[in-house]
């Protein structure tokens, strides 16, 4: 029994999970989705809404889910109910892996007709789930849950079919609700991982070293492609949390820097996925500084298929690091990654919350963050236009108010009839 508001630490999750490994059950389903909070299960159920997203993941957990929704009901006011640290989240799959030799099989392309499981050893199976909030599907967060839960469904209904006894834990690599403390509501700045506490992040930036000197620093809050328009490949989780990616092929100078990830088997039909982002430091005399640029990124499938993008609107001073919030191949976002030759045409590239930095790196931190939003958004500019306009019919109605004149003459009932000749 936790009290209200408490967050799980990753040592007390370690001893919640103890049940898990006690029980008759040899295998563990971890359904790993991008962002996922307690809020999600209350404000989308059927309580708030006509449709119920979580269909198969109440028919799994059916206690828990309607436990808590009958204590919704039955409490007189809100309820802040406990929750598990970010950190104890990312910490969840290396505690698994390490507290019993699991056959750990990674499922990234949500195709479980051909899944193998082998019932003579532990399994631990780690179901990548769609991202709510990817950019590539113009969908709500409401049908993503839906179309994840389904999966769950799917997979959860072919092991039992088969006869095979599980466990299932459904997480997330950071939480979709974080609430402000109470010591920064009044802030309102931006709030980039160069000025965050570490504490607040859900996973610490890629680095690359040379020796003892950290040169590239990168990070996203999603990294996610697709190929051919069919084939979704999720790089977040592989990338800054399992760190199953390989970086020995990056390289690192005072003016060309490579950052280069190399995936062995993203998901089923592609053996080898790399990507390059290849970044310069040079000198601008119109400014009289140095600026990095990020100038193109390059994608490897297979060691044959190269495809090239060239980049719009990525550089900052060679003493800042680059932030956008939005990256990607498509026209809506602030930063395009252009397609330069004909393969890079079968790609679609998402990334949220970029943060890169390729040169003058100190203390293996990011430095101040030069953001991709200039300062005139378009809501300013609506309010410009919007009170130009307004101040334009001010003027001209003081000034039409200005132009009101009182007669010079006045009729005189004792006297003659005033007579005003019309020269006047």
Same mark, same amino acid.
């Not at 030799?101 to 007709?113: A, G, Q």
């Not at 010591?183 to 160069?194: P, S, T």
């Not at 800042?320 to 030759?341: E, K």
């Given at each position: 029994?936790?009290h209200?508001?408490?967050?799980?630490s990753?040592?007390e999750?370690?001893?919640?999970?103890?049940?898990v490994?006690t029980?008759?059950?040899?295998n563990?389903i971890?359904?790993?989705q991008d962002?996922?909070?307690?809020?999600?299960f209350t404000?989308?159920?059927?309580?708030?809404?006509?449709?119920?997203?979580?269909?198969?993941?109440?028919?799994i957990n059916?206690l828990?889910?309607?436990?808590?929704q009958?204590?919704?009901?039955?409490s007189?006011?809100?309820?802040?109910l406990?929750?598990?640290?970010?950190?104890?989240t990312?910490?969840?799959?290396?505690? #698994? $892996? @390490?507290?019993?030799d699991?056959?750990?099989?990674?499922? *990234?392309?949500?195709?479980? !007709?051909q899944?193998?499981?082998? +019932?003579?050893?532990?399994?631990?199976?780690?179901v990548?789930?769609?991202?709510l909030i990817s950019?590539?599907?113009e969908?709500?967060?409401?049908?993503?849950?839906?179309?994840?839960?389904?999966?769950?469904g799917r997979l959860?209904?072919? #092991? $039992? @079919?088969r006869?095979?006894?599980?466990?299932?834990?459904? *997480?997330?690599?950071r939480? !979709?609700?974080i609430?402000r403390? +109470?010591?920064?509501?009044g802030?309102?700045?931006?709030q980039?991982?160069?000025?965050?506490?570490?504490?607040s992040?859900?996973?610490p930036?890629?680095?690359?070293?040379?020796?003892n000197?950290?040169?590239i620093?990168?990070?996203?809050?999603?990294?996610?492609?697709?190929?051919?328009?069919s084939?979704?490949?999720d790089?977040t989780?592989?990338?800054f949390?399992?760190?199953?990616?390989?970086?020995s092929?990056?390289a690192?100078?005072?003016f060309?820097?490579t950052l280069?990830?190399?995936y062995?088997?993203?998901?089923?039909?592609?053996?080898?996925l790399?990507?390059?982002?290849?970044?310069?430091?040079?000198?601008?005399?119109?400014?009289?500084r140095?600026?990095?640029?990020l100038?193109s990124?390059?994608?490897?499938?297979?060691?044959?298929?190269?495809?090239?993008?060239?980049?719009?609107?990525i550089?900052?001073?060679?003493?800042?690091?680059?932030?956008?919030?939005?990256?990607?191949?498509?026209?809506?976002y602030?930063?395009?990654?252009?397609?330069?030759?004909?393969?890079?045409?079968?790609?679609?590239?998402?990334?949220?919350?970029?943060?890169?930095q390729g040169?003058?790196?100190?203390?293996n931190?990011?430095?101040?963050?030069?953001?991709?939003?200039?300062?005139?958004?378009?809501?300013?500019?609506?309010g410009l236009?919007?009170?130009i306009?307004l101040?334009?019919?001010?003027?001209?109605?003081?000034?039409?108010?200005?132009?009101?004149?009182t007669n010079s003459?006045?009729?005189?009932?004792?006297?003659?009839?005033?007579?005003?000749p019309q020269?006047?």
């Amino acid at each position: 029994a936790l009290h209200e508001g408490h967050v799980v630490s990753a040592q007390e999750l370690t001893v919640l999970m103890q049940p898990v490994f006690t029980q008759n059950s040899r295998n563990l389903i971890l359904f790993l989705q991008d962002t996922l909070s307690i809020d999600d299960f209350t404000y989308h159920s059927e309580s708030y809404s006509n449709k119920n997203p979580f269909q198969n993941v109440q028919a799994i957990n059916k206690l828990s889910i309607n436990l808590l929704q009958e204590i919704l009901q039955s409490s007189p006011s809100s309820l802040v109910l406990p929750a598990v640290d970010c950190e104890a989240t990312t910490y969840l799959l290396r505690f #698994l $892996q @390490e507290s019993r030799d699991w056959k750990l099989t990674n499922i *990234t392309n949500l195709d479980v !007709s051909q899944l193998e499981v082998n +019932t003579s050893k532990p399994n631990l199976l780690v179901v990548q789930l769609q991202p709510l909030i990817s950019g590539l599907n113009e969908i709500s967060t409401e049908e993503a849950i839906a179309e994840n839960d389904k999966i769950i469904g799917r997979l959860t209904m072919d #092991l $039992q @079919e088969r006869g095979i006894h599980f466990s299932v834990i459904y *997480t997330a690599v950071r939480p !979709s609700r974080i609430s402000r403390r +109470t010591d920064v509501v009044g802030e309102l700045r931006r709030q980039l991982m160069a000025t965050e506490d570490e504490d607040s992040l859900s996973y610490p930036p890629l680095n690359v070293t040379t020796g003892n000197d950290t040169c590239i620093l990168f990070y996203a809050s999603n990294f996610s492609l697709k190929a051919n328009s069919s084939v979704f490949i999720d790089l977040t989780n592989a990338t800054f949390v399992t760190r199953d990616v390989d970086i020995s092929s990056s390289a690192c100078s005072d003016f060309n820097t490579t950052l280069s990830l190399k995936y062995t088997k993203p998901v089923n039909g592609i053996s080898s996925l790399e990507i390059r982002f290849l970044m310069t430091n040079g000198f601008y005399s119109v400014s009289a500084r140095n600026w990095s640029t990020l100038d193109s990124v390059e994608i490897v499938q297979d060691g044959e298929k190269f495809a090239k993008f060239n980049v719009s609107v990525i550089s900052a001073p060679a003493e800042y690091s680059f932030h956008c919030q939005l990256v990607g191949t498509s026209n809506l976002y602030p930063a395009r990654l252009i397609p330069s030759n004909s393969e890079a045409k079968n790609w679609e590239v998402f990334i949220s919350r970029l943060q890169i930095q390729g040169f003058n790196i100190e203390n293996n931190q990011f430095s101040y963050a030069s953001d991709c939003t200039g300062f005139f958004t378009p809501g300013i500019w609506m309010g410009l236009v919007t009170s130009i306009v307004l101040l334009w019919i001010l003027a001209y109605g003081i000034h039409m108010i200005m132009q009101l004149t009182t007669n010079s003459r006045f009729d005189d009932p004792k006297g003659p009839a005033l007579s005003v000749p019309q020269t006047e």
